[in-house]
């Protein structure tokens, strides 16, 4: 099992930047993949941004190019570095972490940070 925790989230102004962090309960080394969704009003949850196995990373193509995900292995934490926020990047962001065990993944998320992008 493994706890996240999230910060850095809260309100900018359209073309500004904020760092999310997540601190996960142990070490990346035991995580299959680790990374960050989000969810905004009335919509599904989905993929921002994902790092796996062997540093290979998946993200949305909303968020190429200004959006980047970077970890330290030493502090158990994966970092969310967004720039150029749109108002549309208006979201509760939530850490994600997977965990495989033979045939089976284990799914886990944080409590969420909510990020507010005015125009």
């Known amino acids: 099992q493994v706890h996240l925790v999230e910060s850095g989230g809260g309100l900018v102004q359209a073309g500004g930047s904020l760092r999310l962090s997540c601190v996960a309960s142990r070490t990346m080394f035991s995580i299959n993949a680790i990374g960050w969704y989000r969810q905004a009003p009335g919509k599904q949850r989905e993929l921002v941004v994902v790092?796996?196995?062997?540093?290979?990373?998946n993200s949305s193509d909303s968020v190429k190019g200004r959006f980047t995900i970077s970890r330290d292995d030493a502090k158990n934490t994966v970092y969310l570095q967004m720039n150029s926020l749109k108002p549309e990047d208006t979201a509760v962001y939530y850490c994600?972490?997977?965990?495989?065990?033979?045939?089976?993944?284990?799914?886990?998320w944080g409590q969420g940070t909510q990020v507010t992008v005015s125009s």
């Open positions: 994600n972490a997977k965990i495989v065990r033979g045939f089976t993944e284990d799914e886990y």
């Open positions: 790092i796996g196995s062997g540093g290979i990373i």
